[in-house]
């Protein structure tokens, strides 16, 4: 490690100032869990903005100081300036931003579950010193052109399973991994994925800074077409000569080998038979959807790579071209004009209107001919209102009670006196009988709700009243005569018990 390179990583990564960020944990663990643990590439605006929303109303419980501003505060930030923690970009598929994770936040998620299993004292030393030693005898034995060298590896790995087969054969048990081998293999094979997974981002970096650079050149007026052709051919020739492009270029060829696909579902069904593994949920659910996300990885990436032929494309349409240098020269031309015509005030000049492309219409676009509607003509008549029906109204608005909230609010603080902490909606009118009835009752309920207390809608609490039948709103039964009211599960909370619920204290001033 370079001093310089040190330094410089600590002052300008992203990642770096992830991990100094004071509320880092709660970030990491967000974007790990929705992005990562979730099996998500992408994440749209409007799913993003929600699941921070959720988030903030979970950790707000225990620590509201955390995370306090607007969820679409932490997008932006998130997103922008010098974190780029997320990449926002569009595509054809979506009206809206999506988001997906960058390389540097990839690289602490990384960096991260490795100290982490460390510190969990889930490190395979004995899988990782046999797979160090596996790769090792394979470079030797493939790197080597020597067929001698290659013929010797052969012959011992033929006289090696001839041996284990007669060992089978003649009855002798079969050899297996211990427990702990399984578990650590395993463990290696989920870590080796999600870091897969995140090496996408850097392949993917790597196609689109070509495709900029096209571009830029592209609209910049000192370079001719054959120039720009020969920086990207070049440019994509050298990234696939790389390392990192020759590996990928075999990835994909692996990937979409039918018998490979065959051959990996069929290893998948047969982990579910390992008893050792049954307790591996999360890592058995990343396995199984392997395929189905590396595909989804890898196409991400290809449709970079066809955004770079398409721009390709376009350069080596002639007509286009030509028409972009048409629309420069009437361009130039205008404001030639206008410079000279800026210079001659009394020279009046109404406008311009320039048509750039063609307005084509489809026929199919519009609409049959249907005739226009008509309404048939009635008489207005005078209305004549019924007597007796308008003194009935008026008998029936004349018995209508208004509710005494500020009693009606008194008589749930007198419930809840001496230390009582809640008292449900069915207690509470045991000890207040309802003077207005079933009016009375949605008071109670509106109150619950308009006060903060608690209203369970999926549960349900059954009220008996008094029949109030009478136009007059006297009860006309006996009093044993009743109606059942079914009405939400309210429960009334004293003030300390809604400040705890909410995770605030007495007293304290809201800023």
Known sequence: MELERLSS????SPAAKLLRSPQAAHIVYFLNSHFKAGGAITISHTSLLQKVSEFQETIHVMEPDILGDKAETYVAKWSTGETRWLRRFHDAEHSEPIYELTPHTEDVLKFLTEVLERNLGFVGTESRLQRIIDTLSDIVVRGSADPTRRLEHLRSERERIDQEIAAIESGKA?????????????????????????????????????????QKRQSETDGTRGEILGF?????????????????????????????????????????????????VDGLRRIRGMMGSLSDEAEK???????????LRRLLDTRARAGRARLATVLREIRGAATRLAERPEVEVAGIELYTQLDLLNVGERSFWSSPSRFSESELETHQPDEDERLAIFKHQAAMRRLDWEGMRSRIAESLADDRESVTLPELLESYPPSAGTLEVLGYVQIAHDDGHDVDGLMTDVIQLPDRSGADGANVNAADESESWEVPHVTFLSEQRRAFRDGLQIGESST
Do not use: H, M
């Open 9 to 12: 990583f600590f002052a300008t």
């Open 232 to 280: 990207a051919l070049d440019a994509e020739d050298t990234l696939k000569s790389q390392d990192q492009g020759i590996s990928f270029d075999a990835f994909v060829r692996l990937l979409l080998s039918p018998r490979k696909q065959d051959e990996l579902e069929t290893i998948v069904q047969q982990l579910n038979e390992i008893e050792i593994l049954a307790d591996q």
């Open 301 to 311: 990436i290809l449709r970079t790579t066809r955004r770079l032929s398409s721009t």
């Open 174 to 214: 079969v050899e297996t991994y211990s427990p702990t081998a399984i578990r650590e293999r395993f463990g290696d094979v989920v870590s080796d994925l999600a870091s897969l997974q995140g090496d996408f981002r850097s392949v993917e970096d790597a196609f689109r800074d070509i495709t900029r650079a096209v």
